[in-house]
């Protein structure tokens, strides 16, 4: 699917009045060949293991590979059951079940890339939070899944959704931009409200950098899907109130990619700068190895 | 769609586990039967991280024909262990690979192969070089490779039998190694060639392999 600009998203849901999940539904159909229904058939599939890798993060005490993390979805879970949390419900638990997910990837659980896998809790741990607190139709999760991967297609599009070519703005900001755009989708927002939702997450994700300690999808990338997933809602909340990004989402996601280009190398995936290089995160590196 | 809302894979890694699940499996497809031995090679970031992100456990996992999803995956080295598959690891350093490259040299039977496939980020992949020729398939495409001599007409012949069995060709790259008179081109087709194609193909004088590798 080669959706190149929100813009053409939006005067193709304009000219048909249509929500965005059905343009790109539709384009889909005609790129894939596939009926509406089977490619239906897939995103529930997708959404299913989100819920299981969500659950499974949470329940299970589990370790990652490199013995670096574990245990804090499960520490998360239990502070908001003892009704401790500042949060509201529903971002606590967006939290909760995103930093769920991030451990069970760290752990090589199963989980869907959204956009790729040190990214994959935020439009998990959005949906299914919304969905338990708002009573939402699984169809409209499974729209709201499809308008994401609208707005996942764009970014990769016109910039990046790989921290190694655009750093964690392209990973976790892409994700909680589509994040923002899948949760106004699922609460019956308009075209418009959701693609602001989308710029407004990605513009307060900019010159976000990659620097995973011993370069591994765990430090801090576990933790920074539990956060951006409620930077996910807080934008999407703003839209809904009917607030605009000043800047138009294609023009935040052009101004994603240039300063990924301009961002140096040692701050793109290689562990080369940043939290990598602390004291603390090469500490972790030499035991490790 | 399916490249941003997935692909379902196992963690931590889309570029160090998925995409590394599915070099292997290109490598046992190529190979077409159970891989026996593998000598896996790590460059870049791959040599420097694998054992975190279980890039060792991936390629090996893909090896067994696991796909990204399988939860097997994690236990992908014992597994090799009890089905009998003999495989080496090993990490060196190129600076002109791409920095996620693995080559994977294996055998099935009497059958070896050896391919240089790179994770070019979010699961997706390219593969580099088949037998030290230099290839370029990113496997999105339903893809054939085939081995034959360079001989005048044969690529020819080869597009005469994908167009009389009324198939569109996407994509086509013939390389060869060095001037010894062996040659591989990669073919990308909109739909899978049938089997009965691939046998017209293989018919063809001069041609000594063809192996088809579906679409991810
Ligand atoms: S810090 Fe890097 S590896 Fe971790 S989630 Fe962000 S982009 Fe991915």
Partial sequence: MDINSIDHILDEAAKNSQPIWQVVLSEEQKDSGMTADEIRGRVEEAYRVMKTAAVSGISSDMKSISGLTGGDAARYYNHIRNRKNVLGAASAKAMAYALATGGYNAAMGVIVAAPTAGAAGILPGVLIAAQEEYGLAERDIINALITASGIGAVIASRASISGASGGCQAECGSAAAMAAAALCEAMGCTPRQCVNAAALALKNSLGLVCDPVAGLVEVPCIKRNGIYAVLAMAAADMAMAGIESFIPPDEVIDAMFQIGMNMPPCLKETAEGGLAVTPTGLAAKRRIN | ?216
């Fill in chain 2, 1 to 216: 769609m399916f490249d941003i809302l997935g692909p379902v894979t196992v963690g931590p890694s889309s570029s160090h586990t998925a995409g590394a699940v599915r070099i292997g499996l290109v490598c046992r497809t190529l190979l077409g039967g159970e891989v026996r031995r593998a000598l896996i090679t790590f460059y870049g970031s791959f040599a420097d991280t694998y054992k975190g992100h279980g890039t060792d456990k991936a390629v090996v996992g893909g090896l067994l024909g696991f796909d990204t999803d399988n939860e097997k995956i994690k236990e992908s080295l014992r597994i090799a262990e009890f089905r009998g598959m003999v495989y080496g690891i090993r990490t060196a350093e190129d600076i002109r690979y791409h920095p996620n490259t693995v080559v994977i040299e294996a055998a099935a039977g009497d059958r070896k192969v050896k391919v240089k496939g790179e994770s070019t980020g979010g699961g997706s992949i390219r593969i580099a070089g088949i037998n030290d020729f230099q290839v370029d398939a990113v496997c999105l495409l339903d893809t054939m490779v085939i081995m034959h001599r360079d001989t005048p007409g044969i690529l020819a012949e080869m597009t005469r039998v994908f167009a009389s069995n009324g198939y569109n060709i996407g994509n086509l790259r013939l390389s060869r190694a060095k001037r010894d008179g062996n040659a591989v081109t990669v073919v990308e087709t909109d739909v899978p060639v049938d089997a009965d194609t691939g046998a017209q193909i293989r018919e063809i004088k001069g041609v000594s392999d063809v192996v088809s590798i579906p679409r991810f």
